[in-house]
């Protein structure tokens, strides 16, 4: 068994599994044909080739003016070289997309890849991104852009993403247990107007733990960290406000486990697994119907983006239907819902039957042409 030198090593490993997708497999006797969701005419979605050559893992964001923003990560690697946070954007319901700024450039020998994304009160776009150092010592050598964590850093537009302030001071450099944050999922307010993120902190090998922070001034300053679960690894978690102090959240381990607060995200309830093993990670939806989706990557054998929807705030969910087939690496889908009832889901593949490098693929298709209960 390798043996790590210190904990940032180990930090560093966890991480790369993390994020290129590595999971227990899964014994299946045999593969389930999904059923397909539908676009408004019921027919099956065609995929859009959105932005080309990126890994993306992108997280859309519906602003007021109805324009889709993809806050994506724009170099086709999982963030093994030098790369920036980029912001592109659809104005006419994700069919074709344009670059419009970059929330965070990098600085020489690292990267900016790992991002929360929402809106401030007042309609700010806000990203927290943190990324990955090359900056190895003399005397030491190790894997590409994993020489270190880098501290999060809050990035605020007031023009839709084209233009950005940086504040590097403004969220926490390390964890409770003071280890490295990093940012993933929904920027959302809660019942009292307080904004809140997820993040995981990594300290050692296998030790990660998500904690959610707070922000009583739009962003601005970020801290009273709350543990999601203090006793279980956990890393990417999606979160859902169902309204008054409901949130749920869909936190990564193999799987995705639900929990469930009723506090306004103070304390937290595991509620067990809502997705099979290589089936991560998840994105919330509210949709105008009243349904709630929870899209995620599915990593079996069957690769693809699939949804799930419930009708009572997470106590049963429907079963799964298929937004995107992918091949070879992909998955983190990010959905929003449009004036017209239609939803967005955006997600990154590294091939796909119709294209064979990395991409920002989007499907356009309609919840209520997609039942599966």
């Known amino acids: 068994m390798q043996r790590f030198s210190n904990s940032r090593d180990a930090r560093s490993l966890l991480l790369l599994a993390a994020i290129i997708g590595f999971a227990p497999a899964v014994a299946r006797s045999a593969e389930i044909t999904l059923q397909r969701v539908k676009d408004r005419d019921g027919n099956t979605p065609q995929p859009i080739v959105a932005v080309d050559n990126v890994c993306a893992w992108p997280n859309l964001t519906l602003l007021p003016d109805g324009a889709v923003v993809a806050t994506i990560f724009n170099q086709p690697s999982h963030g093994s070289v030098a790369g920036d946070v980029d912001c592109w ?20 020998d690292t990267n900016r890849m790992n991002v929360a994304v929402g809106l401030a009160p007042g309609g700010d776009l806000l990203v ?16 590409a852009f994993r020489a270190g964590i880098l501290e999060p850093w809050v990035c605020r537009s007031s ?3 084209r233009t950005w302030t940086v504040d590097r001071q403004a ?9 490295d944050c990093i940012p993933f999922g929904d920027i959302l307010p ?14 050692q090998l296998r030790d990660d733990r998500v904690y959610l922070y707070r922000s009583p001034d739009g962003g601005k300053t970020w801290g009273e960290p709350t543990p999601l679960d203090a006793g279980a690894r956990r890393n990417e978690t999606a979160l859902a406000h169902l309204g008054g102090g409901q949130w749920l959240a869909a936190a990564r381990i ?17 509620c067990g697994p809502v997705t099979q093993a290589s089936q991560h990670p998840g994105d919330f939806l509210q949709l105008r119907d009243g349904r709630w989706m929870l899209t995620y990557g599915n990593r079996t054998a069957d690769r693809g983006v699939d949804v799930r ?14 937004v995107a087939d992918f091949e070879g690496d ?14 967005v889901t955006a997600y990154y593949a590294s091939k796909s039957s119709s294209h064979s490098r990395y991409h920002m693929g989007v499907a356009v298709w309609d919840p209520a042409q997609s039942a599966s209960e």
Not at 309 to 322: E, I, M, Y
Request: net charge positive; glycine share 14%; no cysteine.
């Open 159 to 161: 023009d839709g993403g």
């Open 89 to 108: 954007a659809s104005t006419d319901g994700g069919r074709s997309w344009q670059k419009r700024g970059t929330p965070a450039a990098h600085e020489p």
């Open 309 to 322: 929807f419930t009708r009572d705030v997470g106590k049963t969910w429907s079963p799964p239907l298929r």
């Open 190 to 203: 809660g019942a009292d107007g307080q904004l809140r993120v997820a993040i995981y902190e990594i300290l």
């Open 171 to 179: 969220f926490p450099a390390r964890g409770p247990r003071g280890g």
């Open 128 to 143: 927290i991104s943190s990324g990955w150092s090359n900056r190895y010592p003399a005397d030491k050598k190790g894997a």
């Open 254 to 270: 193999s799987e995705l486990q639900l929990y469930r607060s009723e506090d306004d995200a103070k304390t937290w309830t595991a």
């Open 330 to 343: 992909g998955g983190y889908p990010s959905s929003v819902q449009l004036a017209d009832g239609s939803v």
